[in-house]
């Protein structure tokens, strides 16, 4: 049968399933790439109860990644009502999808590499990918940035995060998270990525957030969200954290600001601005 006259093939969600260490935009990305293998070819549809299917796998893969769950409840909707979508059309679905992802994280990375002028000492914990981009952009730029890690148990997550820098020419130093206190003090700013935010502006992210911020507030240092407009869940807070081994969830009263591809939110008091006439996207 040639690929172009292919019927639907199942999505296999088991990589993103079984992955622990990789944030919610390379996930949502290996996603819209299985999605994309999946579509069929012209004259082929996907039935709406596979589409169901195909968003249930897909939402049960990673429960608390919040690209992954908006992309799960678009895909459930595109063949509300029809006898389902066809494949040309949801590749055009997929691929509006991987411009969004590619556009929101380059706008999160700018507003991050503009903010960040004022700082010198970060303090994080996980592996965000856009807050690795944006340290690397602004790490070209005098002063010097240094940057603790803290090792982010039990995945460790820290450690990849450290060798991308240090090998972009980033002080990079990674201390145990029991260490977390000391850590704060030594810090001009805590920042964070994010998995999901929800409707009340809550974030879900990695397993030992919630305490830093705590830390943070009461040392007075900003804590800082980096995040983009798909991880924002029309949805409440859950009353038990998915994952609740690797995440948890800080409330909004503790998040300072953040930095979101359309620009920032809340920005925190006594922070650093930009130099006049920053704009976006520039150094």
Do not use: C, N
């Not at 969200?225 to 859950?238: M, N």
């Amino acid at each position: 049968m040639s690929p172009g006259a292919q019927g639907p093939r199942e999505p296999e969600w088991s990589e993103i399933r079984r992955d622990r260490r990789r944030g919610a935009y390379p996930l949502a990305e290996e996603a819209l790439r299985e999605l994309r293998r999946a579509a069929p070819g012209p004259g082929h549809r996907v039935p709406r109860s596979a589409l169901r299917r195909w968003s249930l796998g897909l939402a049960r893969a990673q429960p608390t990644m919040g690209p992954l769950l908006r992309l799960a409840d678009e895909l459930a909707a595109l063949g509300s009502g029809t006898a389902g979508v066809a494949g040309p059309s949801l590749r055009r679905w997929v691929e509006r999808w991987e411009r969004r992802i590619a556009r929101e994280q380059r706008g999160v990375v700018a507003t991050a590499r503009r903010e960040l002028t004022g700082y010198r000492a970060v303090l994080t914990l996980s592996a965000s990918s856009v807050l690795r981009r944006a340290v690397l952009e602004r790490s070209r730029v005098r002063p010097v940035i240094r940057v603790t890690i803290l090792r982010s148990r039990p995945g460790r997550e820290a450690l990849e995060l450290a060798r991308a820098l240090r090998a972009g020419g980033v002080p990079v130093r990674v201390v145990a998270d029991r260490a977390r206190a000391r850590a704060v003090r030594s810090a001009e700013i805590v920042l964070v990525g994010a998995d999901a935010i929800y409707r009340d502006g809550s974030l879900l992210h990695k397993l030992g957030t919630r305490p830093l911020a705590e830390l943070a507030g009461r040392g007075g240092i900003p804590f800082v969200v980096l995040t983009g407009g798909s991880k924002r869940l029309a949805r409440p807070a859950p009353r038990r954290i998915p994952r609740p081994g690797w995440f948890d969830r800080t409330p909004a009263r503790m998040i300072s600001a953040y930095w979101t591809d359309a620009g920032v939110e809340k920005r925190p008091r006594g922070a650093p601005r930009p130099p006049t006439g920053a704009r976006p996207g520039t150094r």
